[in-house]
């Protein structure tokens, strides 16, 4: 939707996607075995080890800036789609609007959840988190093929815009030549990023029966980027095959507030936000203390709930 209206253009924009899954998954190995090689458990201790330590703050800045502008992203989701999920319940404003959905959910759940010290907690969960993506993939792949949304479909009355579609007479690549395409670059490459806790998360991983971690390392990675990539690209294209050029930047807005899969969907995406949130934020606070060194430990010990 950023740069056609064509269902043309699904072919480079898929096509693109698993092209940075790939990439993706490469990366976050890499990241994975420069910490194993040098012996250290985060980025900027690789980094420092490998490059030099005058410039380590490089990694931690970049990281944490990414972190958090990804917990940002969270709560900005979760308020759009909680207030979405409220409004037909008709509760005054103070309740249901989107402000007042985002200070309630992050005092009273992301705070508990992000103030954990270990990752540990959250792996019973993160499976919960899997299963939400995909049925959210599975109800919007569902409504491209029911008809709901189409001209005079149950739904598309209901629909906060219609489906526009643009005719393209060139070939599928021919649509790239777009300026607008350079949006679906930028939202690639941040689509598969979570290489902010690769460390963390071979640090945290079992070793195999042979006591070594790279192996089970890059199988975990390599299944988990490619279920991303493919989640990711059949939200893409039976979102865009249902709105086409209407699509909005959350494609769960698309749908109508009675429409119950939708409500459905969205509860699913609140959860997937909800459990994951806690790993983007401890990335987040364990960049912050490894960046003041021994201050930021301190901190951390003497402040508990604050690092």
Excluded at 40 to 57: D, F
Excluded at 139 to 151: E, M, T
Aim: with cysteine.
């Amino acid at each position: 939707a950023a740069f056609s209206g064509s269902p043309k253009a699904l072919v480079p924009s898929v096509a693109f996607t698993l092209l940075l899954g790939v990439l993706s998954a490469y990366g976050f190995v890499l990241i994975a075995d420069a910490c194993n090689r040098t012996g250290e458990t985060t980025y900027q201790g690789s980094w420092g080890k490998a490059i030099g330590h005058r410039s380590k703050w490089v990694p931690a800045v970049a990281c944490i800036a990414k972190a958090g502008i990804g917990c940002i992203s969270y709560s900005m989701i979760l308020g759009d789609c909680l207030s979405l999920l409220l409004k037909p319940l008709s509760f005054p404003a103070a309740i249901s609007s989107r402000s007042a959905v985002m200070l309630a959910l992050t005092v009273l759940v992301l705070l508990p959840l992000c103030s954990m010290k270990s990752l540990a907690p959250l792996a019973k969960f993160s499976f919960l988190g899997v299963l939400s993506n995909v049925f959210i993939a599975i109800v919007i792949a569902f409504r491209s093929l029911d008809g709901s949304y189409r001209a005079g479909g149950a739904l598309a009355a209901a629909a906060p815009a219609a489906a526009e579609f643009v005719p393209f007479t060139g070939s599928p690549w021919a649509t790239v030549a777009d300026p607008g395409f350079a949006v679906l670059l930028c939202m690639l490459s941040t689509a598969f990023i979570a290489h902010y806790n690769a460390p963390v998360f071979y640090e945290e991983l079992a070793p195999g029966p042979d006591g070594r971690k790279d192996g089970r390392f890059l199988l975990v990675s390599v299944i988990g980027f490619s279920i991303a990539a493919i989640i990711l690209s059949t939200v893409m294209s039976c979102g865009f095959l249902t709105f086409g050029r209407a699509s909005l930047g959350l494609i769960l807005d698309n749908y109508a507030a009675t429409d119950r899969l939708a409500v459905a969907a969205r509860i699913a995406i609140v959860v997937s936000l909800t459990t994951t949130q806690p790993l983007v934020f401890f990335s987040l606070r364990r960049q912050l203390v490894d960046l003041f060194g021994h201050r930021g430990a301190e901190l951390a010990e003497r402040w508990p709930t604050l690092l």
